[in-house]
């Protein structure tokens, strides 16, 4: 089980700590036995802190129809809290990160909504849902462009834009969101809480643990 660290999440001003790791490793009565270790050499990604993490709460949130735990830490230095989020949940919604960027992918390259979707027969998600993905997204896509605005041309269109300001990425949300909390930005794409500016970005000499850096694709992410 890997740690990166990257997306945020829902009550604000809470952020994400995303664990890298496949829906059926995934136990959160582990996670609560193991946290201590997995986030002992890590960074806040608010305040920048080390080792100043503390057991906060635990809830529970849909991934598809299934309900998961999620636990939740708080930093002593900040005192903000962070959901550890499995990589294979988008936060902020109920699907899986994998589905819904193969779905925005499928939408760039031309394929129609019902085409794009067909990866979500069977899971409860009407043309309604794809609808308001697509808007999260445009939206994001907004508030990326005027926080960032010298990172590329804001003419380009969405995943132009976002290649450009990332290189070139099959995962245009981790690989954003990736980049918004490498320069102190809370995340930006698919994310339903209001953006958050850090009172500090990462450490300039703490390597990024960041999974989507510029010029090369992250890992992928088995969400089943």
Known sequence: MELVLCSPRSPPPDTVIVIDIRRRDYSVSRLEAGWVELLKEEACPACGAVGLFGLHARYRKYHYRERIGILRVRCWGCRRTHALMPSFSLAGT??????????????????????????????????????????????????????????????????????????????????????ALEHGVNAILCCRVSILLFCRARRPDSPSRNPSSAGSDPPSVDSG
């Open 94 to 179: 109920s699907i899986g990160t994998k589905e819904a960027e193969a779905y925005l992918v499928g939408r760039w390259r031309g394929e129609s909504r019902a085409g794009a979707g067909k990866l979500f027969e069977g899971r409860g998600m009407g043309s309604r849902y794809l609808k308001q993905l697509e808007r999260m997204l445009e939206r994001g896509l907004a508030r990326a462009k005027a926080i960032f605005p010298r990172a590329a041309d804001e003419r380009l269109e969405a995943h132009a834009w976002i290649e450009a300001v990332c290189g070139p990425t099959s995962r245009p949300i981790v690989s954003l969101n990736g980049y």
